[in-house]
């Protein structure tokens, strides 16, 4: 046999035995198996979202609520798994810990293709005080985990703060001390950008971050941070001013602070998962999907957020020159749980431009103009579920209604009289979603239902179900009239979908 073949079936032999050994450091893994439908009553043709014209295996995005998955970023449908190659040692030095990670996220997209990515991988290290610690951890490839804000769905400040670049990695110090904690961090990036010699470089592109939390007392939290990020320069020609032999370009920066005021009784004040660090410590094993404790006592958890931003974008009433354009999101969340009974309400404020923020705004690096009104998305969800702790039965439903965040022209369409304006309403529902209304058309509000069930099995099997209503008049799809000329049609605003999974996650 060639030494060279022999070599190269030698170094894959190694490669396989080397996933055979580290097979127990894949974490936070969920295989899911699903039969889904986002609308029952509607096929292919029917629907802007492509539903089947019957149930199928394949869930997709249509078939969430507004109110659903708001403090994760995953939908609950993927199969994923977690590579984390994990170390951890004292130190040489008295009170010194060390640890790193290499954590990437593996997801299966379908039968031939699996996205591998980074998902904060890092290296830690951990100074003991008399009354405190202080704690070193650099991100070397992504610190999207390193994020400001408190609830996933309206943080800010992660990897898509800067636009087109292939890696942010970043650096935390924290002193933490029980009852306190504060951190002071940086990310960084390379982007392409306008220079003042008139040619288009990749640049570095920066962020700082710093924040605080202090618990008054034993039940109330105060917390605080925020951050400037130098994202770049705004590619716009009008602002590119000639000044002798230099042009002058105009930064894009954006900044903001994030508060949260946390009161809570028996209930801890948890972390979103995706803000967490992944470890594989067999002394200290992680359980990402803890199974709930129920007892007689009552406890609950109340919390409100606010978040104001800001960045600089180009001023559509004076195109050679920049202005600040602010953003606000908000959410107040309760918890409450007494019994067997689950109980839980969310409010939650988000402006356009908070939802444009990264995108940014509409258009492109642009203010929106003096006429042009924006609406805030607002949207309020209550629920409530109850446990059958013999039978590992547990049902529930949620309610919600919304208004989402739209942007409507003001100017008046050629003769129209002023009650028949020749506006068009662009309803956000993120900032990749958008239902484009007809002139005259109202926002309407959406109305949603859903109702819930989970089965434990085991401690790493479930079955879940989902039954969901919504009634949308906001929805529109896209058609041909007689003479092949796309038309904007409304969809039936009653919607009727469900999902049924069995889940082992572990």
Known sequence: MNYRFRHVLLSISLLFVGFAVSAGDAVDTRVTFTLADDNVMKGPEETSTGSPSIPNFEPNNANRLFFDDYERRDTGFENLTHLVLYAHQPGFFDGLDTEAALVLRAQMLDASGVMLKDDGSYIKLTQEQQNGQFMLTAFPVSANR????????????????????????????????????????????????????????????????????????????????????????IDKQELKVSDGDRIRVAPWLGYGTSVQLSYHVGMPIGTPIDFRLYKNDPLKRQTFFRPEVYGEDTAFALQSEVSILGQTLQDPESPSSTTVQPAIASDISAKLKTGRFRYHGLMVFRDLAFILYNVPSSPSFVNFPDGVATQPELFLSLGLDYAFEESHFTPGFILGVQRPAHMTSAAQAGNNPPDELGQQTFVYRSDTEVDILDAGDKVALVYAAKGTMRWDLSEIVSVLGELQLSYDQNRRTFAQDEGGIPVRLPQDPFIVGFNLLMQARF
């Open 146 to 233: 390193f994020k400001l804000g408190y609830s996933y769905d309206i943080s800010w400040g992660g990897s898509r703060i800067f636009r087109n670049t292939k890696m942010v990695p970043g650096v935390r110090l924290e002193w933490k001390r029980p009852g306190f904690y504060s951190f002071l961090g940086t990310k960084t990036g390379r982007a392409q950008m306008d220079k003042s010699d008139g040619t288009k470089e990749l640049d570095t592109v920066w962020g700082v971050l710093a924040g605080a939390g202090l618990d008054i007392a034993d039940e109330f939290r105060m917390e605080a941070n925020g951050g400037y990020f130098y994202r770049g320069t």
